[in-house]
């Protein structure tokens, strides 16, 4: 039988979701979990995606087999208790042997969290700590040059080699927090999206947001596909997948 969970996780103490060898990651607590749970016998996690160093996620999905007669309330409940504190599951459901937690995805969410005031050491792992203020307005005005179908190359990493870097962002949103106002939160709703692509979109808006570029360049950059064009890369601290839709 197939599975289907969803799952949160502080990343901060992980080298990202993919498992290395000798390295502490997500998708390794997790298959460790099932392996227990399906009495030493491994099980293999297929995620929707990979998530770098520090990177949390919300409401992250991924797929395994398993031969069980628990319901998947009692697997939920059982996973709990062997993953440490820093990774919940929120959600176990069954679904058709077909489907795949990265190839049926149709589209994914991630937010990045920048604090503009002052340094905050309690929050350092889960928001940007750029401690600076930042032209909001005209970093709203290049996120939407950034929405609708395009050829990310100059967004992805360096050395990333691929056929095709065309994804579309359907949606894109900059919010302020209303208590704390130098909180903003950036979104991107998107088909897929490439290592590093996030982060150096939010890079870019950092550097448009300080002056040193104008939104109206994200056209420019989108054309030029290279990377050196763009701006650097934005801390991981600050980003989280926040869903996968199907």
């Known amino acids: 039988m197939r599975y289907l969970m969803t799952f949160s996780y502080d990343g901060s103490k992980?080298?990202?979701?993919?498992?290395?060898?000798?390295e502490r990651t997500i998708q390794?607590?997790?298959?460790?979990?099932?392996?227990?749970?399906a009495g030493n016998k491994k099980v293999d996690v297929h995620a929707s995606g990979?998530?770098?160093a520090k990177v949390h996620a919300i409401s992250q999905k991924a797929?395994?087999?398993?031969?069980?007669?628990?319901?998947?309330?009692?697997?939920?409940?059982a996973l709990n208790s062997l993953l440490p504190d820093d990774i919940y599951i929120k959600n176990i459901e069954e679904v058709n042997d077909t489907f795949h937690a990265r190839y049926s995805a149709k589209a994914k969410e991630y937010i990045y969290v920048i604090n503009m005031g002052e340094y905050n050491p309690i929050m350092k792992d889960y928001e940007y700590?750029?401690?600076?203020?930042?032209?909001?307005?005209?970093?709203?005005?290049?996120?939407?040059?950034?929405?609708g179908t395009h050829d990310f190359k100059s967004f992805t990493k360096a050395d990333d080699e691929r056929d095709d870097y065309?994804?579309?962002?359907?949606?894109?949103?900059?919010t302020r927090d209303l208590k704390q106002v130098?909180?903003?939160?950036i979104s991107f709703l998107g088909t897929g999206f490439m290592r590093y692509m996030?982060?150096?979109?939010?890079?870019?808006?950092?550097?448009?947001?300080e002056g040193k570029k104008h939104s109206e360049e994200i056209i420019d950059i989108l054309a030029a596909k290279d990377r050196r064009k763009a701006g650097i890369t934005a801390n991981p601290e600050g980003l989280y997948l926040k869903d996968v839709f199907y």
Do not use: P, S, W
């Not at 032209?135 to 950034?146: F, N, S, T």
């Not at 065309?166 to 900059?174: A, D, G, V």
């Open 182 to 185: 130098n909180k903003i939160t």
């Open 63 to 77: 797929h395994f087999d398993l031969d069980t007669k628990m319901t998947c309330d009692n697997m939920k409940k």
């Open 166 to 174: 065309t994804r579309t962002i359907i949606q894109t949103n900059l």
């Open 129 to 147: 700590q750029y401690n600076k203020k930042l032209d909001v307005v005209e970093m709203e005005r290049a996120l939407k040059y950034l929405e």
């Open 14 to 22: 992980y080298k990202g979701y993919q498992k290395q060898e000798k």
């Open 50 to 52: 990979r998530t770098d």
């Open 198 to 209: 996030v982060r150096n979109m939010v890079g870019t808006l950092i550097e448009i947001g």
């Open 28 to 37: 390794g607590e997790l298959e460790k979990a099932l392996k227990k749970m």
